[in-house]
């Protein structure tokens, strides 16, 4: 999946979650298109035309617009006779009949990748409450934007080849192979969690562990942060786990094995052929 389908995926999440906690009855939204200075609505809920579909607002023209350009919320109590914005876009707002309008930016990085829109149909002050509840469901969109980011990264680097003769060559795979275990459970998207695993399975190129040898996921996800030199707090932190599960995985796997040191089950496993 690319990352405009993942990040459209997450923003009609946010405005069923943005519709559900402030009761508004509109919401809309997008993403900010690559290169351009703009962002393109593509997702309504709630909406009783599709004037707004696929439209493309300007940074610092209309609402949207201004939100991009200061990267921060904005609303409207009157969208048609607002003094705080320019009227671009009146007419497909207007054929939609909203008039109280919110926008929230979805920052990432320092820039704002998307906008989410909530909307009333009769002019009123939008209030304090509302527009944190709009700005929570904004932040949702960032950490899973922040994950796919990051996670997309560590499968760059994972695919990337080691140049000749470079000894940290392994390191490096294996600090991969630990870090895509560890992104994986936090991943929403199913295909680019599959993706990631898959990866995982690149790295891992031996022959399939011989019989009796079955470790759990989360046995694995451990093993490999081990692997990579981690302690248990350190693996703790990355698994989003306690330190005391880690422990726990750790001595079922290390039973599985037939290990007696965390050493000794990171070399059976790399004999198994489950990690690098």
């Known amino acids: 999946m690319t990352v405009d389908a993942t990040g459209a995926v997450e923003i009609r999440r946010a405005l069923v979650r943005l519709r559900r906690t402030t009761g508004l009855p509109v919401a809309f939204g997008g993403l900010v298109e690559a290169g351009r200075p703009r962002i393109r609505i593509s997702e309504l809920s709630g909406t009783a035309t599709t004037s707004l579909l696929a439209l493309a607002v300007t940074s610092g023209n209309g609402l949207g617009g201004r939100t991009v350009a200061l990267a ?14 320019s009227h671009e876009y009146d007419a497909p707002v207007a054929a939609e009949g909203l008039r109280s309008v919110l926008a ?46 990051e996670a997309r990264d ?17 390191e490096q795979v294996r600090e991969a192979h630990a870090a895509l275990r560890a992104l994986a459970p936090r991943i929403t998207d199913p295909a680019l969690r599959t993706e990631l695993l898959d990866a995982c399975a690149l790295l891992t190129p031996a022959p399939a562990p011989p019989a009796g040898v079955a470790l759990a996921p989360r046995e694995l996800d451990v093993l490999a942060c081990v ?50």
Do not use: F
């Open 72 to 85: 921060r919320p904005c609303a409207v109590a009157d969208y048609s006779v607002s003094r705080q914005i």
């Open 104 to 149: 929230v930016p979805v920052v990432v990085r320092r820039r704002v990748r998307g906008v989410l829109y909530g909307a009333l149909r009769d002019a009123r002050p939008l209030g304090d409450r509302t527009m944190a509840a709009a700005v929570d469901a904004a932040r949702d969109v960032e950490q899973a934007l922040v994950v796919g980011d």
């Open 154 to 170: 560590v499968l760059a680097a994972a695919r990337a080849e080691p140049p000749p003769g470079d000894s940290s060559g392994w």
């Open 227 to 276: 692997a990579a030199g981690a302690t248990n707090a350190v693996a703790a932190a990355r698994l989003g786990v306690s330190a005391e599960t880690v422990k726990a995985y750790l001595r079922s796997a290390m039973r599985k094995l037939g290990a007696g040191t965390r050493g000794e089950a990171v070399a059976a496993a790399r004999r198994a052929g489950v990690l690098p």
